[in-house]
C-alpha cells in the first residue's frame, strides 16, 4: 500500500529532555493507525512534529512523497493535513454549522458563500458526523461527545488526505466512545487515513488497524493492536499485565 506520511529519525528535544527520540515509521493510505504510551511517552509532542506546531532537533518528514519538514504550520492544512486536540476547542457563540464553516474557510478562502445556505462540503461534513440536525445549535447545548463530533466535522470539511486525532474521546464515557470509535471506522472506509492517540487500549483495539507503542520518546514496537498489546516490552512499560480489565476506564 502506499504510504501517506512518512518520518525518519525524528527527534524533539528541550534543553536535555528528549521528548521523542530518533522516531521513523510511515502510515499506510486508507487505514486507521494509533499510538499508545504512557503519559510523558511523547505522543503530542510527535503529533505536533508532523503538523508542524514543534520544531524537529533534527530528522526528516514526508506527506504525499513531498518533503515538508521546513514547511510552516500555517500551509499544513492546504497540505491535506487536518487535526484535532486534547481540549475542545469551538467559538461558544457560533453555531455548529458556523464552527464546522470555519474548516471550510480555512481550506478554501476565496470560496466563502454569499448568500443564503451553507456550502456543500459543509453540509456534506454535517452528514458524515450525524450533526445535520444539530447544525443551528450552540456548542454549550451539545454533550461533550457531540461536541467532539463537531471537531471532526471541522477536520473533515477541510478534505484531508489524513487526520490526526489527539485523544478525542478523554472525558467521554463508553456510550460515546463506542460512538466515536465508529465514525472513525466508517471515514475510513469512506477512504480518509487517520492517527489517532489513545489511552483507552480497548478502543484502539476496537477502532485500529496498525498500532505504534512509545515510552520515553521511542518507538518500542508496531503491528497488529492484538500483537502490539500481547508485546511484554508494551506491558511493562504501559498496560501491565491486567490491562484488560481496565482498558475502557484510562
Not at 504510504?3 to 527527534?11: P, Q, W
Request: net charge neutral.
Amino acid at each position: 500500500m502506499t504510504n501517506v506520511l512518512e518520518a525518519s529519525d525524528v527527534a524533539v528535544h528541550y534543553g536535555g529532555v528528549r521528548a521523542v527520540d530518533g522516531i521513523s515509521f510511515a502510515l499506510e493510505e486508507g487505514r486507521i493507525s494509533g499510538i499508545i504510551g504512557p503519559n510523558g511517552s511523547g505522543k503530542s509532542t510527535l503529533v505536533a512534529a508532523l503538523t508542524r506546531l514543534t520544531h524537529l532537533t533534527r530528522g526528516e518528514l514526508s506527506f504525499a512523497g513531498a518533503r515538508y519538514e521546513s514547511v510552516r504550520p500555517a500551509s499544513i492544512a492546504s497540505m491535506g493535513v487536518a487535526r484535532t486536540f486534547q481540549t475542545v476547542r469551538l467559538l461558544p457563540d457560533l453555531t455548529v454549522a458556523a464552527n464546522v464553516q470555519l474548516g471550510h474557510d480555512a481550506r478554501a478562502r476565496r470560496d466563502r458563500p454569499r448568500g443564503r445556505g451553507l456550502p456543500a462540503p459543509v453540509s456534506q461534513a454535517l452528514d458524515r458526523t450525524g450533526l445535520a440536525e444539530m447544525a443551528h445549535v450552540l456548542p454549550s447545548e451539545l454533550s461533550y461527545g457531540t461536541q467532539r463530533r463537531v471537531e471532526i466535522a471541522r477536520a473533515i470539511v477541510m478534505a484531508p488526505k489524513l487526520l490526526l486525532l489527539d485523544e478525542p474521546t478523554a472525558g467521554m464515557n463508553q456510550s460515546e466512545r463506542r460512538d466515536i470509535s465508529a465514525l472513525l471506522r466508517q471515514l475510513r472506509d469512506e477512504g480518509l487515513t487517520q492517527l489517532l492517540i489513545e489511552h483507552d487500549v480497548q478502543m484502539m483495539l476496537d477502532t485500529c488497524d496498525h498500532l505504534f507503542a512509545m515510552a520515553q520518546g521511542r518507538l518500542l514496537t508496531e503491528g497488529r493492536p492484538a500483537d502490539v498489546v500481547a508485546d511484554a516490552r508494551v506491558q511493562e512499560a504501559y498496560l501491565g499485565k491486567g490491562w484488560k480489565a481496565h482498558a475502557g476506564d484510562q
